[in-house]
């Protein structure tokens, strides 16, 4: 008997991470808000491909961590804490 291995990522094809930004970027369009308008427009300028699989974005993540976030204004930060 044999086990198998399943905590090795298995790296997205650029294909999918278009895909994946693609679906990110209807989510965030689909909100008017200040925040969404936002980061829509900022994930709309990032070119897709410098992002690779090991970017939270290629997965649809927007973590507090990404740059986008850090750059946001007092009150959009405000905005975004909220969410999470």
Do not use: C
């Not at 198998?4 to 094809?13: A, G, Q, R, T, Y």
């Not at 930004?21 to 980061?39: D, Q």
């Not at 970017?55 to 850090?70: F, H, Y």
Request: positive net charge.
């Amino acid at each position: 008997m044999e086990a198998i291995k399943m905590d090795k990522e298995v790296p997205f094809s650029s294909d999918q991470i278009k895909n994946n930004i693609y679906k990110l970027k209807n989510k965030l369009g689909k909100v008017s808000t200040s925040l969404y308008r936002h980061l829509y427009f900022t994930v709309d300028d990032i070119s897709i491909h410098n992002l690779t699989w090991e970017d939270s974005l290629a997965s649809q993540v927007i973590s507090d961590k990404l740059e986008l976030v850090k750059q946001l204004s007092t009150n959009l930060k405000k905005a975004f804490k909220k969410l999470a």
